[in-house]
């Protein structure tokens, strides 16, 4: 027996006959058993045993608390279970499942993977589990068409991300389960076997919570100690009401103008925020002329929400949604989720009624007062209008009669394209007029921009006929003599017609994937230039601040943002890269701002660092000081924006994130450490900027990344 034939296939089970038996009947591969099924959960299908252990990876002998589940010990990155199975066991299958059990106290991200035979494409789904929960994997199958990156969090089953390749079912005949990520600590956590089921998959019932309720009445973690923690709901009132009248009388540095820019150098004033390139550098402008420097905060909003769908049981302390508290839940229509608000609960039992109100002035005070001059993503951004606090915006990306062809790209070529950007742009009526309004994103970390492939190959792939489709077939016939030539370019049997329309299954490479990549720029100079178009016949005075890319972006990408006033991308490295914003702003001739960036550490009680990973909250202010510096120094960068104000929730978001990123904590209760280092920071920004002083550079050790 070779080491991709199971017993089945030694005993003459032909593929046929084993794809009917497994949908049927749900035999075992890798060892004996059947239909999965019980009184709970009634799952059936073919149950997948695991071949061997990978890496260092142990089995325990010790009862795990969810039935049928093993205890593993993991102590490094890669280790994990392989699984075999004949090609095309998996074909008939809706989902994989299985139910799992992470222990400790810090988080583990995980990756299922499945391949086609040793060296074939494979197909990766990431996703982490929540500390001493039962979570219930319900991997769909229709995952390894690339057409989603996200999927829904179910409980503890955190933010599942497809990415690697395309993969056919038919040919797949492996997959792992492995540790992604764990921050370089060892893990702990218990499993049963996956079953490959043709059946929609039941949501987990009933939870397993080792430890109890995994948050206190303040929203903080139960399974961790600190120094910072709140002790009592008297301390919380007594800190926020200490806060609120401090607050008025909180300033931004006296070399500051009202905007927040420098006193020292002055342009032209125009009354609205614009760039400006003096010969040395990049600035902003602020609206009455002075040079500006954009040190952003993210999120500045009520924001430590923690998904609690199905999670009730986890919960301490759980608000009546009574009219005192209709600001503590909120529901996401579009994600099917239920959070509760902590922090806003903690505003609710210090002020009552006035809440909000006290909130505002804290939070606009603390900014103030650490010499962050901009209210940057994700906020609430009308507090800063109200404020004349600089404050930037995220137009809403929903495009309502055009259909997305890969991902979130849209059918750019369809005409009703055209009509949603005019009312896209329409966003922008409110605070066309308004000199704090800095400038606006037009969309934030497209899903196309994760995947592995241009969004023209998955076009064709998922997409079987749209106008973009039609526009790239008369682009191949402007290119080709006929579809002969067509063919033999792209070394397979095709024709302008299975280009324009139907189902597409053949492998793209070579000079396919040339044409491909070129017309997928075409199609995001098309999509850009005609969103930047309609916006600036709307407000022609704002800045057009880009799609905050999630990384430095492709070339092909990038020829396409030149309707932009200032390229943005969200960048979380120890540093921003000079050469390659060097590029981008000479290639675009546009200053660069990074929309998101942080550091975080596991001394006060959340489960994972975040993605930029340090000590402790001492290192993160020395971070902070590196980075914003070295961002200040770099001639082509004209901001930088930390993501977020607040601590995520231990529970997590929406999503899952459950980080320790913020300045504050559910409670309110700031960060001492790394608001002193932003402080300091701020104060010279403008000093470092024009090259008076050097940058700070005492840098702390950077830790294994320990995020989802």
Known sequence: MTNDQTGDDKKGLD???????????????????????????????????????????????????????????????????????????????????????????????????????????????????????????????????????????EGAWLKPLAGGARVNLERVDRMTFSVLRAGGRPSRWCLINFTATPDEVPKLASLVLPKGALLDELGQSRLHDWAGKSKSRSEVTERLKKQAAAASALKFPAHFTKFGGWKEKRFEATGFFRTERDGKRWWLVDPEGYAYWSAGMDCVRVDTEANCEGLEKTLTWQPEPSD?????????????????????????EAFGETWYDNWKRIALGELRRLGFNTVANWSDWQIAREAGFPYVRPLSSRLPKTRAIYRDFPDVFAPEFQEDARLFAQQLSETRDDPAFLGYFLMNEPTWGFSSELPAVGMLYNTPECATRQELARVLQAKYADGQALARAWEIETSFDEIARGVWKKTIKGKALADLEEFSGTMTQRFFKTLSQACREVDPKHLNLGIRYHTVPPKWVVEGMRTFDVFSMNCYREKVPFQDTETISQMLNMPVMIGEWHFGALD??????GIGHVKDQAARGQAYRVYLEDAAANPHCVGVHWFTLYDQSALGRFDGENYNIGFLDVCNRPYDEIAAAAKASHERVYDVASGRVEKYADAPGYLPKLFM
Do not use: H
């Open 324 to 348: 005192r508290y209709k600001g503590v839940y909120s529901a996401r229509e579009t994600r099917r989720s239920r959070s509760i608000n902590y922090l806003a609960a903690n505003f609710i």
């Open 604 to 609: 006060v009680g959340l489960p994972a660092s």
């Open 15 to 153: 593929r046929r006959t084993f794809i009917q038996v497994c949908a049927l009947t749900g035999p075992s591969i890798a060892g004996c058993g059947g239909v999965r099924a019980s009184a709970a959960d009634g799952i059936r299908g073919l149950i997948l045993k695991p071949e061997r252990l990978l890496g260092k990876l142990k089995k325990e002998g010790t009862a795990a608390p969810i039935p049928e589940a093993i205890w593993y010990d993991s102590e490094a990155e890669g280790d994990g279970l392989l699984y075999r199975f004949p090609p095309g066991s998996l074909v008939s299958a809706r989902y994989l499942t299985a139910d799992a059990l992470l222990d400790g106290n810090f988080q583990t991200v995980y990756q299922i993977l499945l391949q086609e035979g040793d060296s074939g494409p494979l197909f990766r789904l990431q996703f982490a589990l929540l500390n001493q929960c039962s979570a219930r994997i319900r991997m769909p199958l229709s995952a390894v068409d690339q057409n989603r990156w996200m999927f829904q969090r």
